[in-house]
Nanobody, 119 residues
Framework: QVQLVESGGGLVQAGGSLRLSCTAS????????MGWFRQAPGKEREFVGG????????DYEDSVKGRFTISRDNTKNTVTLQMNSLKPEDTAVYYC????????????WGQGTQVTVSS
């Protein structure tokens, strides 16, 4: 199993950028597909985007396509969410999660990091 810790959240003005990182400890990071999720107050958690274990495939929720980019470095056990052109509606707690062998089930989660976008 893996343990996940997110970092990089904060307060930013609309139109600005933030870079979130997720660092994994434990064994076998490279066999996990990774995902980013977010949860805004009063709303259900939603999928933001994901990356395959090798990093050759990514997918994104429609509202973030063209603005957010996910990458990973398996040598450093990290996955990154670069967020550009941020909007107030991107305000949420962001979580990274790990999906063993890319089976579509995220069993391991970080504690989350707050992103607040002011208008």
């Amino acid at each position: 199993q893996v343990q996940l810790v997110e970092s990089g959240g904060g307060l930013v003005q609309a139109g600005g950028s933030l870079r979130l990182s997720c660092t994994a400890s434990g064994r076998g990071f490279s066999v996990y597909a990774m995902g980013w999720f977010r949860q805004a107050p009063g709303k259900e958690r939603e999928f933001v985007g994901g990356i395959s274990w090798s990093g050759d495939r990514t997918d994104y929720e429609d509202s973030v396509k063209g603005r957010f980019t996910i990458s990973r470095d398996n040598t450093k056990n990290t996955v990154t969410l670069q967020m550009n052109s941020l909007k107030p509606e991107d305000t949420a707690v962001y979580y990274c999660a790990a999906d063993y062998l890319g089976r579509g089930e995220y069993h391991y989660w970080g504690q989350g990091t707050q992103v607040t976008v002011s208008s």
